[in-house]
């Protein structure tokens, strides 16, 4: 079956630090690929999307992401993390362009001091 | 979430009452969708139009209705809430580009409880 997997239901890291979240999904060809963030209570926001081209994307509040074909992955990093970055991160994917996405479980942020 | 705009924020219901979520944006994007999002299971979609007039199911439909009878505005109807309806929904709009590809943008989500 399709699927977007993201294997860390949670991390930690400390104020400062850098950070990856992984993400994978399992389709033959390469889809559209996006990276939500949640922060409690809220809706969610659009960080980055991949969409054709060079495979290393920039996004919003300092995130890249970089595509890899070989691997099927997607994976989130940002060089230094703030204490707002703490919220919940989801990839999705859009398989065949029709804009209905499908989501991985997220992954969890907690920042410490 | 500029331009997507869901109503109501929170709703308690009891066991088999009706009420329909409102969602309306101000974007003129054709695409419109419901989803659901559950502890552990990131969001699942329910229901999606392409435009007035048309919409058709997702991953999730059952016990759930919509009708979109203008670009703006994509109502979801519980017809006879359960339990298992307990969730967070979130209403996108979205439009694709040749340049950029789809861009989905998400309301601010619903808070449902059924007890």
């Known amino acids: 079956a399709q699927s977007v997997t993201q294997p860390d239901i949670h991390i930690t890291v400390s104020e400062g630090a850098s950070l990856e979240l992984r993400c994978n999904y399992s389709y033959g060809a390469t889809p559209y690929l996006f990276w939500y963030v949640q922060s409690p209570g809220q809706g969610l926001q659009l960080l980055l999307k991949?969409?054709?081209?060079?495979?290393l994307v920039q996004g919003i509040k300092g995130f890249e992401a970089e595509f890899k074909r070989s691997q099927s992955s997607f994976n989130l990093r940002k060089p230094s993390v703030h204490w707002s970055d703490a919220a919940e991160y989801f990839c999705a994917v859009d398989v065949f362009g029709n804009e209905k996405l499908t989501f991985g479980t997220g992954t969890r942020l907690t920042i410490i001091p | 979430n500029a331009g997507v705009t869901q109503t109501p924020k929170f709703q308690v219901l009891k066991t088999g009452q009706s009420m329909t979520l409102q969602c309306a944006q101000d974007m003129n994007h054709e695409y419109m969708s419901w989803y659901r999002q559950d502890p552990g299971m990131g969001l699942r979609l329910i229901h999606y139009?392409?435009?007035?007039?048309?919409?058709d199911q997702g991953e999730v439909p059952n016990g759930y209705n919509v009708s979109r009878s203008t670009t703006e505005d994509f109502p979801l109807r519980l017809l006879s809430a359960a339990p298992s309806q307990t969730s967070v929904y979130f209403c996108?709009?979205?439009?694709?580009?040749?340049?950029?590809?789809?861009?989905?943008?998400f309301g601010e989500g619903s808070w449902l409880t059924v007890v």
């Open positions: 991949y969409f054709s081209g060079d495979t």
């Open positions: 996108a709009s979205s439009y694709s580009s040749y340049d950029s590809g789809n861009t989905i943008y």
């Open positions: 139009s392409v435009g007035a007039g048309i919409t």
